[in-house]
């Protein structure tokens, strides 16, 4: 194939973020180019046949969607695709794949080091070290506890699996209640949300971000916990309502949260969820392992593949959902 023949990727990343690893061979099949912002991705959108986005929280695309005259198939680097769900894509003929996959085991990872700190009260015991302070106290045992998975697909998945071959009882919530899943102990549908929120000692948010899920935890989902319950979140950061979170956390409705996700991110320095002794935080990385954006450029070659042959992608979102369905 002659360099004029070959197809023109565009690989969108956030201002001043670095070049993705494995570009080489992405270069080697594809005229390459990059844009980090609306202006640039204006001047490369032209003639681009597909687009490779590492930056989830980009509103360029949909400022340049214009300039689109070629594209054909967009590909983001990430599980969640909320900033890309614009109405002219949506509505448009582009097909859109995601990262599904790349970040399942470490989530889970993260979800179940959560549930076992809040368990053994680690981060206690964290601040009693720093004052060099002797205080011996009894532990809850997270074994046969409840953990109800808010989105119940390839994440929701893993932590299911995971946690319950760590003895907890895993629960999920999906679109439609499945009547069986070698996962979970049940699956059951949206409706039955709040219902299920009452048995549950460990609530993880698993779920994309959609017009169905934003602010889906509200004052009135946190009523419906137990207030010996955690909160759990390694989603999207507006599922939750920040304040009523806060408002639940002050007054007991509920005992706990560790937080990935945050509806502003970074999170303000003077934001009050920093100096609260039960909830833990950390910077939006519960899924991101060494070597994780390697993985990513691998993933994506591996589809290309399958383009530059005909044959049909793995990931595919539905657009309309805004997730992509199951494998």
Same mark, same amino acid.
């Given at each position: 194939m002659t360099q004029h023949n070959k197809p023109v990727v565009t690989v969108l990343t956030a201002p001043g973020e670095q070049?993705?690893?494995?570009?080489?061979?992405?270069?080697?099949?594809?005229?390459v180019r990059f844009a980090c912002d609306e202006q640039t991705l204006r001047d490369t959108l032209p003639g681009t046949d597909i687009m490779?986005?590492?930056d989830f929280r980009t509103e360029a695309l949909a400022a340049a969607w214009h300039t689109a005259d070629r594209l054909k198939w967009i590909h983001a680097t990430s599980a969640g695709v909320d900033a890309l769900m614009f109405p002219d894509l949506i509505k448009g003929d582009v097909i859109v794949t995601n990262a599904r996959g790349i970040f399942d085991r470490t989530i889970a990872e993260y979800v179940l080091c959560t549930i076992l700190m809040f368990a053994?009260?680690?981060?206690?015991?964290?601040?009693?070290?720093?004052?060099?302070?002797?205080?011996? !106290?009894?532990?809850?045992?997270?074994?046969?506890?409840? /953990?109800? #998975?808010? +989105?119940?697909?390839?994440?929701?998945? $893993?932590? @299911?699996?995971?946690?319950?071959?760590?003895?907890?009882?895993?629960?999920?919530?999906? !679109?439609?209640?499945?009547?069986?899943?070698?996962?979970? /102990?049940? #699956?059951? +549908?949206?409706?039955?949300?709040?219902? $299920?929120? @009452?048995?549950?000692?460990?609530?993880?948010?698993?779920?994309?971000?959609?017009?169905?899920?934003?602010?889906?935890f509200d004052e009135?989902?946190?009523?419906?916990?137990?207030?010996?319950?955690?909160?759990?979140?390694?989603?999207?950061g507006p599922i939750v309502k920040t304040d009523d979170l806060i408002a639940a956390l002050q007054s007991g409705e509920i005992a706990g949260a560790g937080l990935d996700v945050f509806e502003e991110e970074p999170l303000p320095e003077n934001h009050p969820l920093w100096d609260m002794e039960n909830v833990t935080m950390t910077a939006h990385m519960a899924g991101d392992f060494i070597g994780w954006k390697r993985a990513l450029t691998d993933q994506f070659l591996e589809n290309f593949d399958r383009w530059h042959k005909g044959e049909e992608l793995f990931n595919l979102v539905d657009k309309e959902l805004g997730y992509a369905g199951s494998k």
């Open positions: 070049e993705p690893p494995g570009m080489d061979a992405v270069r080697a099949r594809a005229d490779m986005v590492t053994k009260d680690f981060p206690n015991s964290i601040r009693l070290q720093m004052k060099h302070e002797w205080k011996h !106290r009894d532990t809850e045992r997270a074994e046969g506890k409840q /953990v109800l #998975v808010v +989105g119940a697909g390839s994440i929701g998945r $893993q932590i @299911g699996r995971l946690v319950g071959a760590a003895g907890l009882q895993a629960h999920g919530i999906a !679109r439609k209640r499945r009547k069986e899943d070698p996962d979970f /102990v049940a #699956v059951h +549908g949206n409706d039955d949300l709040y219902e $299920q929120l @009452g048995h549950a000692d460990f609530v993880v948010i698993a779920a994309p971000l959609t017009p169905q899920t934003e602010g889906l009135k989902a946190f009523k419906a916990m137990k207030k010996s319950a955690r909160l759990i979140n390694i989603g999207r």
